[in-house]
């Protein structure tokens, strides 16, 4: 079996390269890769790496990500997450492969306080969201077999993110404001990524229809309290850091000014991932506890 890797260089890629490779061979592409388009804003050369690789699985973890520069950059942020998506799907019906792809919960527009399922009714609330929503249905229109994760707050001990930014910012400030009004469940790149090998040897195996699903870690916090769980965290292994416990301040949303509105709740219903796939998802704490000890020991 071949497997063809978009956006191998990001949080997610990089562990995709580690649990996809027992499954076949694996071709890993970045944006700026040489031999082999892997850039998504050219969409004529990935359908042409597809072409060239002729690969049984499409994995896609490449996306802008730049919510708030979304906004003005609307051309490439669709081009990227809408249209290359669209892209891929044709060319995974042509060469009859697998697409395997990565969405969010921004597809939603964050009301409500209950975990959203897959078949609720979706309303973006930024550019971002809507780019990623449009990829979704392209790649459902055309008709390919596939994969669609829906996900959250990703983090990784590769790359940047909320781990590595909080705890450069208790070492380096005397008080800190985090938001305590958006909720949601931190989720580990290498979760992502051991789910994804699971479900693609599954659907392989026992020939799983087309779906989207849910994947995210169990349980369900705010930034300030993620924020205080990885302050505690440090103290508890002796981690230095500048910022009191009482520094750290619990503030609503409205006290930040983004350019991009985030949407308040994040929740998303895992059952349908866990049903399908056999599947028990671990709670949020044990992936940052684990990621934190990897970061902290550097």
């Keep these: 079996m071949k497997i063809l890797l978009f956006g191998g260089s990001g949080q997610v890629g990089w562990e995709l390269q580690r649990s996809l490779a027992p499954l076949g061979e694996l071709v890993s592409l970045g944006r700026n890769s040489i031999e082999l388009c892997g850039d998504l804003a050219d969409l004529k050369g990935i359908a042409?790496?597809?072409?060239?690789?002729?690969?049984?699985?499409?994995?896609?973890?490449?996306?802008?990500?730049?919510?708030?520069?979304?906004?003005?950059?609307?051309?490439?942020?669709?081009?990227?997450?809408?249209?290359?998506?669209?892209?891929?799907?044709?060319?995974?019906?042509?060469?009859?492969?697998?697409?395997?792809?990565?969405?969010?919960?921004?597809?939603?527009?964050?009301?409500?306080?209950?975990?959203?399922?897959?078949?609720?009714?979706?309303?973006?609330?930024?550019?971002?969201?809507?780019?990623?929503?449009?990829?979704?249905?392209?790649?459902?229109?055309?008709?390919?077999?596939?994969?669609?994760?829906r996900t959250s707050w990703v983090y990784a001990t590769y790359g940047d993110n909320f781990i590595k930014t909080m705890l450069r910012l208790a070492q380096e400030r005397d008080s800190l404001k985090v938001i305590n009004d958006q909720i949601g469940a931190p989720t580990g790149a290498d979760l992502l990524a051991d789910i994804s090998a699971h479900c693609i040897r599954t659907t392989q195996q026992q020939a799983i229809t087309s779906g989207c699903y849910n994947l995210v870690a169990k349980g369900y916090t705010s930034w300030y309290d993620y924020a205080d769980f990885i302050f505690n965290f440090a103290r508890q292994v002796n981690i230095p850091l500048k910022i009191k416990p009482e520094d750290v301040l619990s503030v609503p949303s409205h006290e930040f000014s983004t350019v991009a509105k985030r949407p308040f709740n994040s929740r998303l219903d895992t059952s349908k991932l866990q049903n399908t796939f056999g599947l028990n998802l671990p709670p949020w704490q044990m992936g940052v506890a684990r990621v934190l000890i990897e970061i902290l020991k550097k």
Excluded at 48 to 76: C, G, M, R
Aim: glycine share 6%; aromatic share 6%.
């Design 48 to 149: 042409q790496t597809v072409d060239v690789v002729k690969p049984d699985i499409i994995v896609n973890a490449a996306a802008y990500t730049a919510v708030d520069n979304a906004e003005s950059e609307s051309d490439l942020a669709r081009t990227v997450n809408t249209l290359a998506p669209g892209a891929l799907a044709i060319a995974a019906k042509c060469n009859n492969a697998l697409l395997v792809h990565y969405s969010t919960d921004y597809v939603f527009d964050g009301s409500g306080d209950h975990p959203r399922t897959e078949d609720e009714p979706t309303a973006p609330i930024n550019v971002y969201g809507e780019t990623k929503l449009g990829g979704e249905q392209q790649i459902v229109t055309s008709g390919c077999q596939h994969l669609i994760f």
